[in-house]
Structures are given as C-alpha cells and as structure tokens.
C-alpha cells in the first residue's frame, strides 16, 4: 500500500478507536451517543478508502442520517439515568477487565496470526486492473442471486413499521378531549330531539 | 347551522363540499394573486382604494402627507405685519396643561406696574409635553397652536426646554400647515390683536426676533412713550418695592387708602419727574385717568367710611 | 483541476511533485473556492429573498445599504457577529457549541458533487445522487443536538418536530428521484446532466434530435410529477414555509435554535439558505437539465476535453461561463418560486405536516416509480428483456406511447390520490354523534 494511503488509513482507524473508547468512557450518555456519530462517519471513511464508494455513502445515510437519531430519541425518551451508575471499583473493575481482555485476545490474536494479509488485489480478466463493484453490480446481486435475503428484509422491515404503528396507535374512544361548540351542538341535539331549535337564517 | 348560546348566535359553515375540483387547484389560485402583486408592486400606490403597489414610503425623502389636525408640540404665533405677538400671557394654557409644561410670565406696564396683555417670557418643556392640544383648544387669542414638527430627537436634553424666541412662529407659517383651521378663527383673532395692541405700550409685547420692526416701531412712537429706565419708582414707596413680606404689601394698600389725597399726589408728583423734557401727552393722559380712577375710589371709600 | 494544478506546478515551475499531493492541491483549492462561494451566495439569497418577499407584500424590502440595499446582507453578518454569545448556564456546554458546526458542515459537503459547468464538477463521485442525500441526513443529528443541549424543553420539542418533519420528507425526496434514476439508468450527478440534451426530448431516447440542451426530464410525465413531489419535499426539507413549524417565530420563539445567538444563530441561519440553495440547484440539476441549455454542448464540443484535445481554450471558458449562468439562472427561478410559495400560503400545523408527507407524497412517489418502470419498458426494454410488442416501432412512436401511458397514470393517481387525502382530511373534523356519545358518557 501505498504510504499516503496507510497514513490516512491510521489517522481513520485512530478516530474510530478513539470514538469508541470515548463512547464506553463517557460520563454522559448523550455524549457517548455523539461519540458513536463520530465512530460511524470513521467507518464510513474506510470505505471509501476501500473504494467502496456506494457502502460508504449508504452507511452515512442509514448509520449517521437514521440510527443516530433513533438512538438518541430512545435516549432523551427513557430519561431515568441521572445518577451515579453501579460501576465497579478496585479489584472488581480489575479482575473484570483483565477476563474482558483475555477473552478478546483469545478471539483476536488467532484471527490476526491465521489471515493471510498482503494478498495481492483480485485481477479482471485477462490480467487488467481489478474491477470495482459499483452500485450496479450490487443492484443485479439483489435482484438476481440475493433476491430471497432482498424481500426478507423488505418483509422484515414493513412488519416492524406496522408493529410501530400498532404499538402508537390511540383508539378514539379512548381519548377524552374538549368539546366543540358544534359537536355539542350536536350531542344535545341528539340527547333532546323534542328541543325545538332557534329560528336559522337570520 | 345557526346555534344560540348565551352570549349570542354561532354560525357553522360546512367546508365539506369543496372537495370536487382538482386537488390543488386552490394552491396555484392563492399563488396567481401572490403573483399579480408582485407584479404590481413596481409602481407606487399613491391611493388606498387600490391595493396593487408599493404603500412604502421612503423617508425621509418622501414626507408624510400630513392632515391639517395633526398635532405635535405647540407654537406661539406673532403678525408678520405689524410684528407682534398673539400671546396676552391670560395664563389660560399654563392652567390646562395636563403635563404642567407651560410656564409663562406677564410684562408689566414700567410706569404703572400693571399687567400688560403681553410676555415678558414663555416656556414650554417640549420633552415632556404630550401634544394633546389642550392649550392650543383652550387659548382665548389663538396665539399657541399646534405644529406639526415631528424631528425632534435630538441628544440635548436641556435644548429641549424651548423658549419665547425658539417657540415664535409667522403666521404665515401656521396659515401654510393648517389653512382652514387658520381661516376660520382669522378674524376673531386679528380683532383680539388689534384690541391688545392698543393696549401694548411701547415695543412691548412684539417679537423679539423682528429687531427691525421693533426698532421701526420705536421711532414712530412718540418718544414720551418711550419706556425709562425701570428702575424709576412709581406710586408704592421705594422701600415696599421689591419686598413682599405681607406687611409691606398691607402698607402699601394701607397707605393708598388711608390717604388718598396724598396718595394722589404723590403720584402725581411721581409721575412728573419722568416726563423730564417733553410733554408726555399719552402717558400722562393715561396716568392721569388712572389718578382719576384712584381718586373716585378714595373719595368713594371715604365717603363709605364717613357715611357709617 | 488536476490537470490545471499538475501543468501548473509540473511543467511550468519544473517541480516534480508526486501525484497525491496534485491531487492534493487541486482539492484544497476548489474547496476554498467553494467556502468563498458559498457564503456568498447565501447572502445574495438572504438579499434576494427579502426583496422578493417585500414585494409580494405590496412593499420595498431592504434599499439603504448601500446601492439598492445590496450590502444588506454585509450589515447582518456584522450584526451576528458583533451579538454577545450567550450560553445558558446549564447547558451542555461542548454539544451547544458543536451543534451548528454539525448542522452546517454537512451542508458544505454537499457541494463537493454540484456541477457548475460542463467538466465542473469538484468530485465526480459515481454515486453523486445518493451521496447529496446521505449528507443532507446528517444535519439532522445536528438538529437534535441543538435541541437537547439548550436544556429548554420547548427548545427539545422544536427540535423532535423539526427532525420528525426532516426525516419523513426526505422519504419522498429521495423516492421521486428514484423515478429518475429507473429513467436514466445512472446515480452519478454529471451523467444525468449530459442524459438531458436534445429539444424536449433527451437525446438518449431520440438520438437524431438537435443538441440544443433542452432535453429535460421536466418534459416528462414522470419527470414533472416527481418534480412537483421533489419540490414540496425540498421546501419541508429546507424548513421553508408552509413548511417551517421549527422556525415559526410567532409560534415557538425559534424552535430548536432558541437558546442561540449571535454568530451561532448565523450559522443555522447559513445552514438553512445553504441547504435551500443546494435543494434549488439539485432540482436544476436533475430535472432542468443543470447547465444544459442552448449553446453549451456546442461551445463545449470546440473547447479542448478529452474527446477533443485539439480544441481551443476560450471555448472552454465561454462554454464555462454560459454553463454557470443557466445553472443559476435556473437555481435561482427555482428559489424564486419557493420565495412565491411562501408568500402565499399559511403555515401547515404540525399533524398536518405529517400526514401530508406519509399519506400524501409517498403514495404518489411510488406510483411515479411504477410509470417510472413503465416508461423504461417502453422506450428502452425490447424482446430480450421480455417486450415483445415494440419491436418495430420508431423511436418517436415509443417516445409517444412512453408519453401518452406514463402521463394518463401519473394524471389518474394524482387525481385520485389527491381526492383520497382531501376526503380523508375533510373527515377528521367531523366527529360521529355515536362516538361522540361514548366519550362523553364514559367519562
């Protein structure tokens, strides 16, 4: 790789980190969820260093434009947090956090030492340059050889817009609200229909 | 549907019918007439029977067109002609001034000490005058109306304070802002000026700005009537002049009633040495009728007194 | 720009600079051009608008400042600059100060993929199109931000509105230009521009007609409804009025942007007329052809590019300069008419908002999509991909039927649905005496 691009790829990968580890540090959540805005755009980033134009464009929109601000609506709405959190302290935090980090370097030190890194990249045919895959190409894949996962998702994801709206939905009888003169009008006209009404028109 | 309630009648509309023409027809009708103004803004609307045009008018190189009643801050007004002033200083503005702004003082006839229908000062606080025109509804002489200067803001506070020369005005200024206001009282109050100007000694009462026509009017007066210097005592003795603790005012009535007669001639004898040199005819007329006046009063209240 | 910076720095000064810092430098410079241009033309828009406006209302607008007023703009920025910048004592103090940059960066990227001119475009990113509107959605986190870190209740209501209005108009935004892309078959911003030459008909579809760059897609069915569509998405998305409840001064003091001043409030200030700016130019650019117009592709065929190397260089500038004018002069038409629709119409509430949006909008974007589909069957599709029946057809015929099926579609669903969501709004004032009763005897 070349040293401009590997450069660049340690400057993403230390936002990433670092946002990452300012999410699970911070003392307010609020501002752990920023700091998780700030890992996703970091991510976003490294895709388009992958040349991945369309993943990283899509992962803005959906991660940063959308799942952002649900996480922080689910947080401003569920707002009990206030309060010094159960933390674990002295030895507790001591003897968690060395079984945390053994357990993921047992996962992480075998993925790093077994993968083949430096692979050359893929050739096209006839030995040209590899083929970028465009949105195109991801596009026929969901309609041709992905197309099952395509409708499940879509499935999935009309279910979970109805379940929304089930869930917020208010019945009318249920509501009591103020009155209008017209629809009390309407209801003493319908309580007593021996009233006789003011002469209309004038 | 009509409906009464106690407080009178409501009147439902139902807006349901609208419903059958194009959808969006409606918008695109609130945005022809949007667009016809806009249109029509690029000319000026110079009457308010129309609605397309510009109503903005751009001070302060247009003017408001103000009306004739319009009322801000009060002037005095003096005759060109012969250059004096409305004002007899009645006090009558002083009273009815909500806001107490008006501060005025007589001239005093020099030789007699009476009152002259004339100022000898007149101050307004404009920055606490309310405009309300109640002096100007009030003044018997139209002599204190309303102008119609509004630029006043100014960051001298004590400017503010106008006096007997900055509150003067022409008027031939006040016939040019409120010419049928200024006609209908023209008359009756040239008449009153007339009046008091007989009444005026002397350059007395004329404003102070028209040095000319003071000094024109001063050598057309016969020179008897040229005022002395003031400091000249008339009939209350020298000492009660200028003292007015209650015993002294009383000493001067008291000397004029309990002895007329010399009182009389005291007067008389007083009045002489001001008229050094020439015959004062008209003042002496005026002083003797007035010694006449005092002398009929005397003789009455003696004769009152003698008669109990 | 590339090829400018490396002659310039390569060949004339004898420099032998490697390629990414070319690159490097030809970046740097546009986006300097662009955060010049930028604010500029935001203060041209506050201008604008505020003459426009004024004489929809039967009077002048701002004409002291300077010649007619045009140093307006200049005498606001200083005023927002000089402004004390109050912070409330309890709010959270780095997320009230990070806000604005949130909401206005984001709106800054989204110039890095406007075409200026043929070849003038800063990034020709493949996927252009999508990009505008993934960044558009970031703002939103901003919007959010705001609300929340001035610790003001109403401020957080403003801002959940403003977000919920946000997120629920770019639904329809984005599905009308789906339309668009089914038509032209590409994401990428500067192919959808060269797709609209021609004379009311794109040359792609026609391709004998005359290049006179007025081959826009507005002149199709589904180009004029997703037109429409994108256009009233465009003004909710840049809280224009009706659209403006997160701004309504006489309703909300300023919504989410309340606990703000001075040059903080500028900047959502600058966001705003950016981001309207931006929504003008994206509409010109996909459906008025963008800096097609008459005489650009033929200036542009003279100048030197890389089909024709052994062009002249001042076609390249005149094909430039013509190239922007018809940008912004279509830019600004369309600003013009969003200044129009403000004046006219009264504010939506907030429940109407949404409802006009979800019940409204979408449907008709998805059944713009179905023409969309159509008109691709019939112009383009033959009996590889299952048509049979255009076989012989001229391009003209297929042009027609294209037309003629995709607009009786497009007319009959906008007839229809508009009805639909009439009624339906009609009927939510009118209340049912049964239900009536049960809400009042249950009490």
């Known amino acids: 790789m070349p040293t401009v691009i590997q450069i660049v790829f340690g400057l993403i990968s230390a936002l990433i980190i670092g946002a990452a580890m300012m999410v699970v540090l911070a003392r307010n959540v609020i501002h752990a969820a920023l700091w998780l805005i700030a890992c996703f755009f970091g991510v976003g980033a490294l895709y388009l260093l992958l040349e991945a134009e369309f993943l990283a464009v899509v992962q803005v929109l959906i991660y940063v434009g959308a799942i952002s601000i649900l996480i922080l609506f689910a947080i401003m709405l569920t707002r009990e947090l206030e309060g010094a959190r159960q933390l674990a302290r002295g030895w507790r935090l001591w003897l968690g956090g060395a079984i945390c980090a053994l357990l993921f370097a047992g996962v992480l030190v075998p993925t790093l030492a077994g993968h083949p890194w430096n692979v050359p990249p893929p050739l096209g045919p006839a030995g040209t340059p590899e083929v970028v895959i465009g949105a195109a190409d991801l596009g026929r894949g969901f309609v041709f050889q992905y197309l099952l996962q395509f409708q499940v998702a879509g499935v999935l994801l009309t279910v979970a817009l109805i379940g929304a709206i089930v ?9 009591r609200r103020v009155l209008t003169l017209a629809e009390e009008h309407e209801l003493r006209k319908r309580q007593e229909p021996a009233t006789a009404e003011p002469p209309a028109g004038d | 549907m009509t409906m009464q309630i106690q407080r009178g009648k409501v009147v439902t509309v139902e807006r349901g019918a609208r419903g059958q023409r194009v959808p969006g027809a409606g918008l695109l009708a609130s945005m022809a007439v949007v667009w016809k103004h806009w249109q029509g803004s690029f000319r000026k609307n110079d009457s308010f029977e129309k609605i397309h045009g510009t109503f903005t008018m751009e001070y302060p190189e247009e003017r408001p067109r103000l009306p004739e009643a319009f009322r801000n801050m009060p002037i005095l007004l003096y005759d060109e002609a012969s250059g004096h002033e409305l004002c007899t200083s009645c006090f009558q503005c002083q009273r009815i001034c909500p806001p107490q702004v008006i501060h005025m003082s007589q001239a005093k006839d020099p030789v007699t000490g009476k009152a002259l229908p004339a100022l000898t000062e007149f101050v307004i606080e404009y920055d ?5 025109g109640l002096c100007a509804e009030i003044c018997p002489f139209d002599a204190i109306k309303m102008d119609h200067a509004f630029e006043l803001a100014t960051s001298d506070h004590a400017g503010l304070t106008l006096h007997r020369e900055q509150l003067n005005r022409p008027i031939s200024y006040y016939e040019g802002i409120a010419p049928t206001m200024w006609a209908e009282v023209k008359d009756s109050a040239f008449k009153k000026l007339q009046g008091n100007i007989k009444r005026r000694p002397d350059v007395i009462g004329m404003a102070p700005n028209l040095a000319e026509k003071i000094a024109a009017r001063r050598r057309e007066l016969p ?9 000249v005592s008339v009939a209350p003795p020298e000492a009660a002049k200028d003292d007015w603790s209650a015993k002294d005012v009383t000493g001067v009535w008291s000397a004029k009633d309990a002895k007329p007669g010399e009182g009389r001639e005291s007067s008389a ?24 006046i005092k002398a009929k009063n005397a003789a009455k209240k003696a004769a009152e007194a003698q008669g109990e | 720009m590339y090829d400018i910076v490396d002659a310039l720095l390569n060949r004339t000064f004898g420099l032998g600079w490697p390629g990414w810092s070319v690159a490097l430098i030809g970046h740097l410079f546009v986006a300097s051009l662009l955060f010049v241009v930028a604010p500029f033309q935001m203060l041209f828009f506050t201008y604008y608008e505020r003459r426009a406006i004024a004489r929809m209302q039967d009077r002048v607008g701002p004409n002291r400042v300077g010649p007619e007023g045009i140093w307006q703009p200049l005498a606001d920025g200083v005023k927002l600059f000089t402004k004390e910048d109050i912070v409330p004592d309890v709010a959270d103090k780095w997320v009230h100060l ?20 043929p070849g003038m475009v800063p990034v020709n990113l493949s996927v252009g199109l999508l990009f505008f509107f993934a960044i558009a959605s970031v703002t939103t986190v901003g919007l959010m931000m705001a609300g929340w870190a001035s610790n003001n209740k109403f401020a957080l209501l403003g801002a959940m509105r403003a977000v919920a209005q946000m997120v629920s108009y770019e639904i329809p935004a984005v599905l009308s230009l789906l339309a668009i892309v089914m038509l032209t078959g590409t994401l990428s911003v500067v192919e959808l521009i060269a797709y609209q030459g021609g004379l009311f008909i794109a040359s792609a579809d026609m391709p004998g007609l005359p290049d006179l760059g007025l081959g826009w897609i507005v002149f199709t069915p589904v180009g004029l409804l997703a037109f429409l569509v994108f256009f009233v998405a465009a003004l909710a998305e840049g809280e224009r009025t009706p659209f403006d409840i997160p701004e309504a001064d006489s309703e909300i003091v300023a919504g989410y942007m309340t606990e703000y001043s001075g040059m903080k409030f500028g900047l959502f200030y600058l966001a705003q007329y950016l ?26 065929a003279q100048a030197i590019s890389p089909a024709n190397p052994d062009g002249s260089g001042v076609f390249n500038v005149l094909a430039g300069v013509l190239g922007v004018f018809y940008m912004l002069a279509k830019t600004y038409g369309l600003f013009f008419v969003m200044i129009w629709v403000r004046g006219s119409f009264p504010r939506l509430r907030v429940d109407q908002l949404m409802d006009f949006g979800w019940k409204f909008l979408i449907p008709l974007t998805l059944v713009n999509v179905l023409s969309a589909a159509l008109w691709v069957a019939l112009t383009r599709w033959g009996p590889e991909q299952g048509i049979t029946f255009t076989a012989g057809w001229s391009p003209l015929l297929r042009w027609g039927a294209a037309f003629v099926a995709t607009g009786a579609v497009n007319i009959g669903a906008y007839l229809a649905l508009g009805r639909v969501y009439a009624t339906a709004q009609a009927g939510r004032g009118r209340v049912d005496v049964d239900e009536l009763e049960l809400v009042t005897t249950t009490r």
């Open chain 1, 167 to 175: 869930i917020a939905y208010e019945e009318r009888g249920r509501r």
């Open chain 2, 128 to 132: 606490a005058c309310m405009s309300c």
């Open chain 2, 223 to 231: 020179p008897a009537e040229v005022v002395p210097a003031p400091s």
């Open chain 2, 269 to 292: 004898a007083a009045e002489a040495p001001p008229v050094a040199g020439a015959p004062a005819a008209p003042l002496d007329d005026k002083a003797a009728r007035l010694a006449a």
């Open chain 3, 98 to 117: 990070i806000a604005p940059c949130v909401v206005v960066a984001p709106t800054m990227f989204m110039f890095a993929v406007l075409p200026w001119g």
């Open chain 3, 275 to 300: 981001l309207n700016f931006l929504l003008c130019a994206m509409a010109a650019v996909v459906f008025f052809g963008g800096w097609q117009g008459p005489g650009v592709g033929w200036l542009y």
